[in-house]
């Protein structure tokens, strides 16, 4: 992309803010270049955070349910899934689906407890309620 093809139309999700992209510049070298965004892509941002937040409510729904434990609300509250909450705190992703079990987080020991919840930014008393 040209320098002159950087998208400067503006993302609302970008709340003013700038962003890096890389461009052409006459030479043909590599440059930086600060970009609006646009439109296309705030209206994906925008389905992917409503998707996150549907997931999280309805975790939600089973957690009051007995269904789930409270680290599936949380971990889609603050935006994760599995594989990425398996990434943060080191467990497997079968540990991670495992933990989202009512019956095998209550078990949980309290260095696993601490790992989950400095991962999610909370504190273990928070990471074992629902707001």
């Known amino acids: 992309m ?4 950087v998208p400067q139309e ?9 962003k890096l992209m890389y461009a052409r510049d ?12 646009w439109e ?10 409503e998707v996150i937040d549907a997931q ?9 349910a007995g269904a789930a434990s409270p680290l599936e609300y949380w971990m889609y509250q603050r935006r994760m899934d599995v594989a990425l909450l398996s990434q943060v705190t080191g467990f497997w992703q079968w540990r991670v689906r495992r933990h989202l079990q009512p019956r095998h987080f209550a078990a949980l020991p309290p260095r696993h407890l601490a790992r989950y919840a400095e991962a999610l930014g909370l504190d273990v008393r928070q990471l074992r309620t629902l707001p």
């Open 26 to 37: 006459a030479e043909g070298r590599s440059v930086a270049v600060g970009s609006r965004g």
């Open 10 to 18: 503006g993302n609302a999700t970008l709340a003013g803010h700038r």
């Open 2 to 5: 040209d320098i002159e093809g």
């Open 56 to 64: 999280a409510a309805e975790a939600r729904e089973r957690v009051r």
């Open 40 to 49: 296309a892509e705030e209206i994906v941002t925008r389905h992917a955070i």
